[in-house]
């Protein structure tokens, strides 16, 4: 009997043991996954739950309920990985032997990256939202704040799901618009990059969201440190940007397990093949999701197409045969707006996104780069298929795993 | 687009950023510092751009945290070497594409 084992059980990781139950030949391999926590989130979600458009159960099940019969779930915590000898250590000393390792464990948000940050101001006027009790703390606070200046903040790229602080800009845009007090308050964007936009058909496209939303950016903020004793965040250079309310998106690493390992960068995401997603640490070892390094963006529509492009590379490896470089770093994501409206963005390594009609050339029924309603709905219902088809890994119609160039306007 | 940088014209993206890395020359480097503002281009500078270009060819997203890290520089000298957007200013020296998001 041969062993497979993946490492962490989130979006990735379920994706994968779906994929592989259906292909792998049962009599001849075991398939294991490793994961300590219980609980299962729907990520994309979080974005809601200040806003208190999701409620806490809305974006929460077991992990239990989506590993598919015949795969063996472990819940323990990875101590490290020995790659000499293809074996995983547990938390407790327990060793797991592996043919193929596959890992899946993601990242997560390291507040402690930054002085000041942590403290006595967190979740009290400095807050998340990439984390459930983040999102949950920022809705009690949005409950009861009188309004004054409200800083949206990203510490630096990069980051899960890049669009999100832009969506919850404009999300708090359209809450304090309903509330009846956005003129009591100042929303900021602060970005280390050049621009809330920074490629050119969609600075093209979208500025006009700021200013419409009356947003105000400022670019090329390296924050070095933050004052919560006077509201303020500071960068490098000396410049400050004073807060009542700091919505922040904290560092963003890849899991310690890479570290203790011996191998991981230097925010501990492993060396992956941008295309075959195999590392580069041992050809046994494939990485799949948001831990890897690979320049595309942090998203489960990123992980749902490089698991099948992974599950077809691990058989393509288990029968010798040269794998596949098939991963183009496609993306797909909804982007909300704001007032019930949302875009749709579709783009790949190579290309960045454009407007046009998806996933039928011509006839859509989804606009790209475009805000509507319709794509709002998408947004919502999203939820449902996450859930009920991408965790299953039950084929999506019409959508495939590289990007396709039909129906796009790209000049 | 095409420009002209210490007497060669290299191809550059609307941001004046190259989009070929084979046309790039400590000379373009010198006269893009000074279009951003930096009168002196030290080896320490050089330096850092080394850095980023080989960070680039093997396709690893830059961070300043990630400089920071890389033992030539803490990102406080970082900002010394290249104020204002050191990433920005320096990615653009070292020929290398600007630093994106997904929109």
């Known amino acids: 009997m041969k062993n497979l084992v993946i490492l962490g059980a989130g979006t990735a990781g379920t994706m994968m043991a779906s994929h592989l139950i259906k292909k792998l030949n049962k009599s001849e391999w075991k398939i294991t996954i490793v994961d300590q926590y219980k609980t299962h989130y729907y990520q994309p979600g979080f974005l809601f739950l200040p806003f208190d458009t999701y409620k806490p159960e809305d974006v929460k099940k077991t992990i239990d309920e989506f590993i598919p019969k015949g795969v063996k779930l472990v819940r323990e915590k990875i101590e490290s990985i020995d790659k000499d000898s293809d074996t995983v250590l547990l938390d407790t000393g327990e060793k797991l032997k592996y043919d ?3 890992i899946a464990t993601g990242t997560k948000t390291a507040p402690g990256e930054v002085e ?3 403290g006595d101001y967190w979740y009290k006027t400095i807050f998340d939202f990439y984390t459930f009790e983040g999102a949950l703390a920022l809705r009690d606070k949005l409950k009861t704040w009188k309004g004054g200046k409200l800083v949206v903040h990203i510490t ?3 980051i899960k799901c890049p ?6 800009a404009f999300l708090a845009d359209s809450f304090f618009l309903n509330k009846g007090m956005r003129d009591k308050v100042e929303i900021t964007y602060v970005t280390p990059l050049s621009g809330a936009f920074t490629k050119e058909k969609c600075t093209t496209a979208l500025t006009y969201l700021l200013k419409d939303k009356n947003i105000k950016i400022v670019p090329d903020f390296a924050v070095e440190h933050i004052d919560g004793e006077n509201g303020k965040i500071v960068d490098y250079g000396g410049d400050e940007v004073p807060f009542d309310l700091l919505v922040t998106i904290p560092t963003n690493m890849g899991d310690e397990v890479m570290a203790r390992s011996g191998f991981g960068d230097d925010m501990n995401y492993v060396p992956t093949d941008k295309h075959t997603l195999q590392t580069t640490v041992k050809e046994n ?7 890897t390094n690979v320049p595309a963006s942090k998203a489960g529509s990123v992980a749902h197409f490089q698991a099948e492009i992974l599950t077809e590379n691990i058989l393509l490896y288990i029968d010798g045969k040269e794998l596949k470089p ?11 707006t704001g007032h019930g409206k949302a875009l749709l963005i579709d783009f790949n390594y190579e290309y960045e996104p454009v407007k046009g009609k998806f996933p ?3 006839i859509g029924p989804l606009n ?8 709002h709905w998408g947004k919502l219902a999203f939820r449902w298929i996450y859930w009920n088809m991408l965790l299953p890994a039950r084929k999506l119609p019409f959508i495939t795993p590289k990007m396709s160039k039909a129906g796009k306007n790209f000049n | 687009m095409e420009k002209v940088y210490a007497g060669k014209s290299v191809s550059v993206d609307s941001n004046g950023y190259l989009t070929d890395l084979s046309q790039w020359n400590k000379e373009i480097a010198i006269e893009i510092g000074k279009e951003e503002g930096i009168e002196e281009v030290t080896p320490k500078h050089f330096e850092v751009l080394a850095y980023l270009q080989e960070q680039h060819k093997k396709d690893i997203a830059l961070t300043i945290r990630g400089v920071g890290k890389s033992g030539i520089v803490d990102i406080k000298e970082l900002y010394a070497l290249f104020p204002k957007g050191p990433l920005k200013i320096s990615s653009k020296m070292a020929g290398i594409p600007r630093p994106k998001s997904c929109i």
């Not at chain 1, 669009?163 to 919850?168: D, K, S």
């Open chain 1, 156 to 158: 630096e790229m990069p």
């Open chain 1, 326 to 336: 098939d991963f183009d770093g496609h993306a797909n994501c909804f982007i909300e």
């Open chain 1, 100 to 102: 193929i390792l596959i």
């Open chain 1, 368 to 375: 790209l780069l475009t805000e509507s309603r319709l794509n």
């Open chain 1, 360 to 362: 039928f050339a011509g």
């Open chain 1, 285 to 291: 070892i494939f990485a799949i999701g948001d831990c």
């Open chain 1, 163 to 168: 669009v999100a602080p832009l969506e919850f």
């Open chain 1, 116 to 118: 000041g940050m942590l």
